[in-house]
């Protein structure tokens, strides 16, 4: 039978007076300041399955004092269809829920063009809204517009990553929103790991066989997992046009709606704009 060893007289009056030692100080005197994000706070709803927009937005975001970006993750089927869109929608409400509290973010993203398109960018401001009813919402489709007005672009070439179910819906999405598309082009994979995989030369060479077929004003390039944002630059300087992403769109977009109007250099024409 085993038993448990008392501790000795001389062990409890060393704990003793360890304890007694001690001086506990409460009440200091402090002063407080903003704290994180004394500018604007910004929140993105992102996919699962997504490697890349909170990289390329937290880039973007790092460069400017008084930014603070806060993240969370929806649930998502990595193999993307419209089915599979659909399907997030009721779960963008506990997810943007996951952020700060609610009147705590100045504007929420989330994080998902196709979705955006397939379930409508009304929808997606109400399931974000149910959770944040204070803060401003947007989305790559919504951004994507807004940027390509701000830019005065009116005719746009597209290039996605998704298949022709998706791409069908988008290129009607644009053309509701008023604005001309010559010509779409897509690398038709619908994984969106590898998507996130997809290289500079790949993206360099697509941008290029579109952009020579057909008169563009610019080029998009749909899809929060394509890396993009640190060739932008340098793509405009080969074609001659702007050149945005989802994820440049979607943070340009998210700093304006918060206020914040500064220049930030590298990113393209687009971050020229107020």
Do not use: K
């Not at 603070?68 to 269809?81: C, E, I, Q, W």
């Not at 988008?170 to 082009?185: I, M």
């Amino acid at each position: 039978m085993s038993t448990v060893a008392e501790p000795s007289g001389s062990a409890l009056n060393a704990a003793e007076a360890s304890t007694d030692a001690c001086t506990f100080i409460e009440h200091l005197a402090f002063t407080t300041d903003a704290g994180f994000g004394a500018r604007a706070r910004i929140g993105l709803v992102a996919l699962q399955s997504d490697y890349t927009v909170e990289a390329e937005l937290a880039a973007i975001y790092g460069q400017l004092d008084g930014v603070a970006h806060y993240v969370s993750r929806v649930s998502n089927d990595m193999y993307v269809t419209p089915d599979t869109l659909a399907a997030m929608g009721p779960r963008l409400t506990a997810s943007a829920a996951q952020l700060l509290a609610p009147g705590d973010l100045d504007v929420i993203a989330y994080g998902c063009t196709s979705a955006s398109t397939v379930l409508g960018t009304d929808a997606v401001e109400r399931y974000v809204r149910a959770s944040h009813p204070d803060a401003a919402v947007t989305n790559p489709l919504s951004a994507a517009s807004t940027a390509l007005s701000a830019l005065g672009v009116g005719r746009v070439a597209v290039l996605t990553p998704y298949t022709r179910d998706i791409n069908e819906q988008l290129l009607r999405a644009f053309q509701d929103r008023g604005f001309s598309v010559p010509v779409f082009g897509s690398f038709n994979e619908p994984m969106d790991p590898v998507v996130a995989a997809i290289d500079a030369t790949s993206l360099t060479h697509a941008a290029e066989t579109l952009l020579g077929s057909a008169a563009a004003e610019a080029l998009f390039v749909s899809c929060t997992s394509v890396r993009l944002a640190s060739i932008a630059g340098q793509l405009e300087a080969r074609f001659g046009v702007p050149v945005l992403s989802s994820n440049l769109a979607l943070a340009w977009h998210c700093l304006r709606l918060a206020g914040v109007n500064d220049i930030l250099e590298g990113y393209g024409r687009l971050f020229q704009q107020d």
